[in-house]
């Protein structure tokens, strides 16, 4: 139907709205919190922004509520995502695209993610909710990554942890990196 923001940001525009409200805070008040401007967050809820990582991050911040909340779709009974589809946000630093495959509940909070790098500019993320965990697994290529002063180098099959409520940074080594990361949010 024209007029109607498509998905994804159909879904993050509902997600804002839903998550605004359960908080019961105004767009002003959750614009200052999450250090974004009025107008942004109102495009957003609108569903005609174009959202950043970052100031989706900081949004669900400021809501107390994981990443995964902002984008999921409604529930389904079951869900498939092809390869190169399902709501994909890119980074403004890097060639770093995360592609959301599942969001936790209100019981089992954590998502899965399957992330997109490619050589050049490193991916900075500040720290995401508190006691955050983040889980990676290699699939193709080299990724460098971890909290600032703690980095490793993995590859295929290669596996590692480390705490998300901290700065940390994704490093592509070779180009065509992809990894699943499964974010715990306590």
Do not use: C
Request: proline residues 8%; aromatic residues 4%; glycine residues 12%.
């Amino acid at each position: 139907m024209p007029g109607e923001p498509a998905a994804p940001l159909a879904n993050i525009a509902a997600a804002l709205r839903r998550e605004r409200e359960r908080v019961g805070v105004s767009l002003t008040e959750l614009a200052h919190r999450a250090g974004v401007s009025e107008s942004t967050l109102a495009h957003l809820e609108s569903g005609t922004g174009n959202p950043s990582v970052k100031t989706l991050w900081a949004l669900g911040v400021a809501l107390g509520v994981p990443f995964s909340r902002l984008v999921e779709p409604a529930d389904v009974d079951i869900r498939v995502i092809r390869a190169g589809e399902g709501p994909r946000v890119g980074s403004e630093q890097a060639d770093f695209t995360g592609t959301l495959l599942s969001a936790g509940t209100a019981h089992l909070r954590r998502d899965v993610y399957l992330i997109e790098l490619e050589p050049g500019a490193v991916r900075e993320a500040d720290g995401h909710t508190p006691r955050s965990i983040e889980h990676v697994v290699v699939a193709a290529g080299r990724l460098r990554l971890g909290p600032e002063g703690g980095t490793v180098d993995l590859g295929p099959g290669d596996y590692a942890t480390f705490p998300g409520d901290t700065p940390h940074r994704y490093e592509a080594l070779v180009p065509g990196t992809f990894a699943v990361l499964v974010m715990e949010h306590p």
